[in-house]
T-cell receptor
Framework: GAVVSQHPSRVICKSGTSVKIECRSLDFQATTMFWYRQFPKQSLMLMATSNEGSKATYEQGVEKDKFLINHASLTLSTLTVTSAHPEDSSFYICSAGRPYEQYFGPGTRLTVT | QQQVKQSPQSLIVQKGGISIINCAYENTAFDYFPWYQQFPGKGPALLIA?????SEKKEGRFTISFNKSAKQFSLHIMDSQPGDSATYFC????????????FGSGTRLQVQP
């Protein structure tokens, strides 16, 4: 299967600071990547669709000014959580798709203190 | 509105037994149905996927059964092993793996030795 990486795997930051999470497709090109959020013992919720070379598409209820997404190349998408607050603490997971499969990164655990 | 309903929420199976997880969908436009396995603190891993033009797909111990008329699909894990203990998510999307996925609520499987 294809490989999607995320960095960092775990980050702790103070309230009010910004955090950047990188998502890379290591062995295939992805014009579209997805960002999901997962709370403990819950399912994955789609936050936004990241499109290479254009603006991201955000799901209803997701603040685009808080969760900045940049899809700089065919293998890299970044999610920046701006002015993070404790309620932003969660598990953030990205994914990238090929024609018949979609692969997920290992996730980033964000803790805002 | 939950578009993919998954059951049961949790499942306990004896080693060597068959684990069965069911999903039902509402949107008839869905045409890609993957199953993911997730261990604690990890990203979801693609197990097996099916498209609606076939009624069954088998890969090793994992089988998807698909009933288009009933809008239901299920995952069967044969000869369940303790290492299969994880959370399983069904999902669906319109189009290919390059589209955003709608996830079921997840099933926590415990295989007892």
């Amino acid at each position: 299967g294809a490989v999607v990486s995320q960095h960092p795997s775990r980050v702790i930051c103070k309230s009010g600071t910004s955090v950047k999470i990188e998502c890379r497709s290591l062995d295939f090109q992805a014009t579209t990547m997805f960002w999901y959020r997962q709370f403990p013992k819950q399912s994955l919720m789609l936050m936004a669709t990241s499109n290479e070379g254009s603006k991201a598409t955000y799901e209803q209820g997701v603040e685009k000014d808080k969760f900045l997404i940049n899809h700089a190349s065919l293998t890299l998408s970044t999610l920046t959580v701006t002015s993070a607050h404790p309620e932003d603490s969660s598990f953030y997971i990205c994914s990238a798709g090929r024609p018949y499969e979609q692969y997920f990164g290992p996730g980033t655990r964000l803790t805002v203190t | 509105q939950q578009q993919v309903k998954q059951s049961p929420q949790s499942l306990i199976v004896q080693k060597g037994g068959i684990s069965i997880i069911n999903c039902a969908y509402e949107n008839t436009a869905f045409d890609y149905f993957p199953w993911y396995q997730q261990f604690p603190g990890k990203g979801p891993a693609l197990l097996i996927a099916i498209r609606p033009d076939v009624s069954e797909k088998k890969e090793g111990r994992f089988t998807i059964s698909f009933n288009k008329s009933a809008k239901q699909f299920s995952l069967h894990i044969m000869d369940s092993q303790p290492g299969d203990s994880a959370t399983y998510f069904c999902a669906a999307s319109i189009g290919t793996g390059r589209r955003a996925l709608t996830f079921g609520s997840g099933t926590r499987l415990q295989v007892q030795p």
